[in-house]
């Protein structure tokens, strides 16, 4: 038994002297001996501030990179997805640019105009298509050649109506087939300066025209006939602005003095009859409904004259 025991007590010794060995032998570079680290500050330090935006700035590279390659990829639709919208802005301007010029304009003077002649052809066939299927916007083909280019003709504003000068104004009126108005506005985006024109219509009689409170400007205009205007002389109208006329109590009372009945009756001298008071209606008895004291009904029989002597 004593052997066993010395035998374990010879192992013990024998891994403790092993385990301190290889603690003696772990040194550091300079041949000192390991010693713990100390714990790191909580207190966040300048070197980690610095590493969260130099982290920053590695990922923003990133995401600029990976744009720059989705952009360089090839796909079915063309890379410029928006320009759709740019050339419909660009044809609102070209017809601001027809509608100030009042007169037929080459597509490569458009081009010129939108400072568009580096552009790709993709892009001026674009607005080059827009603009022939355009409401506003008229094209004309070009007479000297056969076969037409996409880019060939001219382009001229369309007006909401088409009227520049008087005579075509009485013809739009008299070719109307309702009796709805012309609004001026209307007028004005294909004849700017209508104002005067209609002014000289209206003073000649063949036109009706209506205007704003504020500032008297034409709003509405309308066609008439000038062979229905008679021309009243002078004297007349002096001797009628100074006939007197009798009141209308005067009227009444000399027609009820020579025993004729007047047409209508003074108006200020009529009874008004006195307003009758609303009569409140009586409610109705209710009939049927659901009974709900029926086992009392031997106490609620009417009695009166069963027991008459």
């Known amino acids: 038994m ?8 010879r ?3 024998g891994n403790v002297a092993s385990a301190a060995s290889k603690v003696n032998n772990t040194k550091r570079p300079n041949g000192l001996t390991s010693k713990p680290e100390a714990a790191p500050s909580p207190a966040p330090s300048n070197a980690s501030n610095a590493s969260k935006t130099e982290k920053e700035n590695n990922k923003r590279k990133r995401d600029a990179a990976l744009a720059a390659s ?21 044809v609102t301007y070209v017809i601001d640019f027809l509608k100030a010029k009042d007169e037929p304009k080459t ?6 105009y939108l400072n568009q002649m580096k552009a790709t052809e993709d892009s001026k066939r674009l607005i080059a298509q827009i603009l022939r ?41 008299q070719a109307k087939t309702d009796a709805r108005g012309i609004p001026v506005k209307e007028l004005k ?38 062979s229905l205007v008679h021309k009243v002389d002078t004297e007349f109208q002096v001797m009628w602005n100074k006939i007197e006329l009798p009141s209308v109590d005067d009227i009444v009372r000399k027609l009820m003095d020579a025993g ?12 008004k009859a006195a307003a009758k008071p ?9 009939k049927g409904g659901k009974v709900t004291n029926s086992h009392m009904a031997h106490l609620l029989v009417d009695y009166n004259g069963k027991f008459s002597r």
Request: charged letters at 30%; proline letters at 7%.
């Open 2 to 9: 004593s052997s066993y025991l010395e035998k374990q007590q």
């Open 11 to 13: 192992a013990f010794k």
């Open 70 to 90: 989705n952009a360089s990829t090839v796909y079915s639709q063309p890379a410029q997805t928006g320009y759709g919208t740019t050339a419909f802005t660009q």
């Open 107 to 112: 597509f490569e003077q458009i081009l010129a």
């Open 133 to 173: 299927r355009h409401e506003r916007v008229t094209w004309s083909p070009d007479p000297a050649l056969k076969a037409q280019s996409w880019d060939s003709g001219t382009f001229v504003h369309r007006p909401l109506i088409n009227v520049r000068s008087k005579n075509q104004l009485i013809s739009y009126i």
């Open 189 to 226: 985006d294909g004849w700017p300066d209508c104002e005067d024109a209609i002014n000289e219509l209206e003073a000649e009689h063949k036109i009706l025209v209506t205007r704003t409170k504020k500032d008297n400007h034409a709003r509405m205009v309308w066609g008439n006939d000038p």
């Open 260 to 271: 004729q009945k007047p047409a209508s009756e003074d108006p200020s001298k009529r009874i």
């Open 278 to 286: 609303k009569e409140k209606k009586k409610k109705a008895p209710r």
